[in-house]
Structures are given as C-alpha cells and as structure tokens.
C-alpha cells in the first residue's frame, strides 16, 4: 500500500505572506481600490487568485476580480525575479522532516493556490523538488476546497483515500481533504486558527513540524 503525504505550500512549507500581502496590496492600488486589510489577505492565503480576491472585494464584478488578479501574479512574480524568494522561507524543520517521509517510504506531494511556475521556483530554490512525486496547482484544477488537486494527486500517488494525508494551514485544506475521503492534518504555524482547522474537519493539528513528522511516522 502506497502512503501519500500532500502538503500545502504557502503556510505549511514556506511562509509566503511577505510577498503575497504586498503584492496584493499593490494589485488594489493599480485598481485605485483601498488597500485589504494583511489579515485578511493571509485568510485567503490557498485559495485560487481570483477566488482570493473575490473574497476580499465581494461588490467587484467577475470581469474585475480577474483584472486584479492578473496584476496580483504579475506583481507577484516581479517580486520574485528581484530576490523576492528570500521573503518565503522554508518553516523550522520542514526540510528534514520530508526527508524522513521519503527515507520511510512515503510518496509525497503538493496541492496548492500557486501557479505551476511559482511552486517549481520556490521547490527548486529550496532543494525540494526531487522529493515529489505529484504536484498540483491552480493552473490545472478548481480552487480549493474542491477535491480535485487531492484525488489526481491519489491517483499519480497510486494511493488510496485511507493511504493519503492532506497537510495545511487553513480550512479550505481540511475541507479539500475531507471532500476526496482523504484524512485531514492541520499545522498550527500558517494563516488560520487551530480551531477553524479543526472545526473544518483536522484529525490532528501539529504545533510544530517535529510532531507533525512524529504524527506521520506514526501512521
């Protein structure tokens, strides 16, 4: 039986919020849109881009969401070309904790709001990108917390649902995971509360990376 262990990116493995608070910030002002509040835009941290900032600026029609959005990934990967991949660390302890799965036996992968481009730069900056088997971004599937991103990732994986572990940060990773029969792990160091992780459906929230590694070690 093939375990399969997908995490989320911005939140779970990296911390990304610098960069995506300022590049939305900049995207609303192209707009002349007073700028959203950082929490809130750390709240919709995973979603797809135009689900985030339909999120944030509800009264805008679907033909302005995309236009912001557009500017957000440009203003994004601006960034990011300039050195902006300093402002998205690695967590404490992520890099030898995956290092772990993969010695154990684990398949591993990603499903993220990230671009295809976006999650190659920041896995290859990192040294991460030879641990994956099956990556998943908004490029090819319905923001989360459809399944899709978890069950095409089963599927490459060779996994089962009751094989397969959905790692994140927010609710809409507990709900992704719930919906493809997948069981739901949250971490406590990313953008939402542990209680709305596990109100969304979390087994366990891990406090730090060691017990979240310790928890899957376990499995």
């Known amino acids: 039986m093939n375990r399969l262990a997908i995490f989320d990116c911005d939140g779970t493995l990296v911390d990304g919020q610098a960069n995506i608070c300022l590049a939305m910030e900049r995207a609303f002002d192209d707009h002349r849109l007073p700028p959203p509040d950082r929490h809130a835009i750390r709240r919709i941290v995973g979603l797809s881009v135009p689900d985030a900032v339909a999120q944030l600026a509800p009264t805008l029609d679907v033909r302005r969401h995309l236009a912001v959005a557009e500017d957000f990934k440009r203003h994004f990967q601006a960034m990011r070309s300039n050195g902006g ?7 404490e302890g992520i890099a030898e904790g995956l290092a772990r799965l993969a010695s154990a036996g684990w398949r591993l992968g990603v499903a993220t709001g990230k671009s295809d481009r976006g999650l190659r730069m920041v896995l290859e900056h990192h040294g991460l990108a030879g641990h994956f088997l099956t990556l998943q971004t908004a490029d090819r599937h319905p923001s989360k917390p459809h399944p899709s991103m978890v069950l095409t990732a089963m599927r490459e994986a060779g996994a089962t649902p009751d094989a ?42 891990a406090a730090h990376a060691t017990a979240l590694f310790n928890y899957l070690e376990a499995r």
């Open 164 to 205: 397969t572990v959905m790692i994140g940060d927010t609710s809409y990773d507990m709900a992704m995971a719930v919906a493809a029969g997948a069981h739901p792990v949250g971490v406590g160091w990313g953008y939402h509360e542990p209680h709305e992780l596990a109100d969304a459906g979390a087994v366990f929230v």
């Open 85 to 91: 991949l300093l402002d998205e660390p690695l967590f």
